[in-house]
């Protein structure tokens, strides 16, 4: 992989799973070391939420986040979308000073907004079991 444009910015686990796995179509011959940190990061990536993720949940929750009036900071944003919390307590970890910022009832809507617009490990399991038991998805 080679640098092309030195910025500075932060990606989501989706995106970086996304460009390490367009990486590994397009760059055929690279040192066993690398390929095997790449293997090992896309393997443990696609056990994370990031797997059921893509441009347009990401940016509906982002959406909805700004039309809701949340004061989260940029990295507060990507944690929520990398961690997808499912219950207060873990929102409360990745937010800073939550309890100062946010009351009882905020953090309830946000929780919603995380649970309608970032998919996560339930819909993952749901799709395992329904895949299990010969469902079909929709």
């Given at each position: 992989m080679e640098v092309l444009e030195?910025?500075?910015?932060l990606l989501s686990n989706r995106e970086v799973l996304t460009l390490l796995k367009d990486g590994r179509k397009k760059k055929k011959q690279e040192p066993r070391n690398l390929a095997?940190?790449?293997y090992e990061t896309v393997r443990y990536l696609e056990d994370t939420p990031c797997k059921l993720q893509d441009d347009a949940t990401v940016k509906a929750f982002l959406v909805a986040v700004k039309e809701k009036g949340f004061r989260l900071t940029k990295s507060e944003?990507?944690?929520?979308i990398n961690q997808r919390p499912n219950n207060i307590v873990e929102l409360q970890l990745v937010i800073e000073e939550s309890e100062e910022r946010f009351s009882e009832e905020a953090m309830n809507q946000l929780l919603e907004l995380i649970v309608a617009h970032v998919p996560g490990a339930e819909e993952a399991e749901e799709d395992a079991e329904a895949v299990e038991s010969g469902e079909e998805q929709t």
């Open positions: 030195d910025h500075n910015a095997t940190i790449r944003k990507l944690e929520i």
